[in-house]
C-alpha cells in the first residue's frame, strides 16, 4: 500500500501566481481530507469529500481557495491568486468512510512557499 | 461545543523513563479519541484510537492510552522512552454525531539520551 501521495512536496511561487497542489488518496477510502498546517494556527481543516463530494468547505479561508475530487483516485487544491500568507504546509489525508471511528492516514504534506 | 485541550507545549523526559503526553477533551456525547504523532518534515501518522470498551488502548511504537470518562482524559503513556520517541504528538477527538475531527494543539516530546 502506497499511502496517502501528495505533489509536489515543495512548492516555491511568488504572490498573484496560481498553485495546484494534488492528491491521490489511499485505494479504497472513500473520504478524503485536506488541512493546513501553521505555527500559528496549528492544524487546520480545510476541505472535505465524501464519495468524491464536497460535504463541508466551511474551512476554506477565502474564495481564492478551492478544491475538487473528480474521481475517486484524485483530488486538487487550487490557490488563486496566491498570496505570502498562504505559506504553510498541506495535507491531504483519508479514510475509509467518514464514520466517527475511522482514523485518517495523512500524506507527506506540501510545504508551499509564497514569496 | 467539541474541544480538545493538550496543556503542555513540550515534554521533555530522560531516555527510559516513562512518558505522558496529556489530554482533556470536551464533547456533548460518547467521545471517539485518537492519538497521532508527527515527525520533522513528516505527515501525521496514526498511533491509536478509543471507540468504545476497554480503557486501556494500545498502539503503535509500544505506546498506550488510558481513557478516563470521569475525568474526560485520554493521556498517552509509553513505560519506557526512546530516543527516536521525540516528536510532536496530536490528540483529537469527534463526537459520535460528528464528521469533523477537532485537533489539540500538539505537544512536543523531547526525550534526552
Known amino acids: 500500500d502506497a499511502g496517502v501521495i501528495q505533489s509536489p512536496r515543495h512548492e516555491v511561487t511568488e504572490m498573484g501566481q496560481e498553485v495546484t497542489l494534488r492528491c491521490k488518496p489511499i485505494s479504497g477510502h472513500n473520504s478524503l481530507f485536506w488541512y493546513r498546517q501553521t505555527m500559528m494556527r496549528g492544524l487546520e481543516l480545510l476541505i472535505y469529500?465524501?464519495?468524491?463530494?464536497?460535504?463541508?468547505d466551511s474551512g476554506m479561508p477565502e474564495d481564492r481557495f478551492s478544491a475538487k475530487m473528480p474521481n475517486a483516485s484524485f483530488s486538487t487544491l487550487k490557490i488563486q491568486p496566491s498570496e505570502p500568507r498562504d505559506s504553510a504546509v498541506y495535507f491531504c489525508a483519508s479514510s475509509q468512510t467518514l464514520e466517527p471511528y475511522n482514523e485518517q492516514f495523512f500524506g507527506p504534506g506540501t510545504r508551499l512557499t509564497v514569496l | 461545543a467539541q474541544s480538545v485541550a493538550q496543556p503542555e507545549d513540550q515534554v521533555n523526559v530522560a531516555e527510559g523513563n516513562p512518558l505522558t503526553v496529556k489530554c482533556t477533551y470536551s464533547?456533548?456525547?460518547?467521545?471517539?479519541l485518537f492519538w497521532y504523532v508527527q515527525y520533522p518534515n513528516r505527515g501525521l501518522q496514526f498511533l491509536l484510537k478509543y471507540i468504545t470498551g476497554d480503557n486501556l488502548v494500545k498502539g503503535s511504537y509500544g505506546f498506550e492510552a488510558e481513557f478516563n470518562k470521569s475525568q474526560t482524559s485520554f493521556h498517552l503513556k509509553k513505560p519506557s522512552a526512546l530516543v527516536s520517541d521525540s516528536a510532536l504528538y496530536f490528540c483529537?477527538?469527534?463526537?459520535?454525531?460528528?464528521?469533523?475531527?477537532?485537533w489539540g494543539a500538539g505537544t512536543k516530546l523531547i526525550i534526552k539520551p
Open positions: 464533547v456533548s456525547g460518547n467521545p471517539y
Open positions: 469529500f465524501n464519495n468524491n463530494v464536497p460535504i463541508d
Open positions: 483529537a477527538v469527534r463526537e459520535n454525531s460528528n464528521y469533523q475531527l477537532i
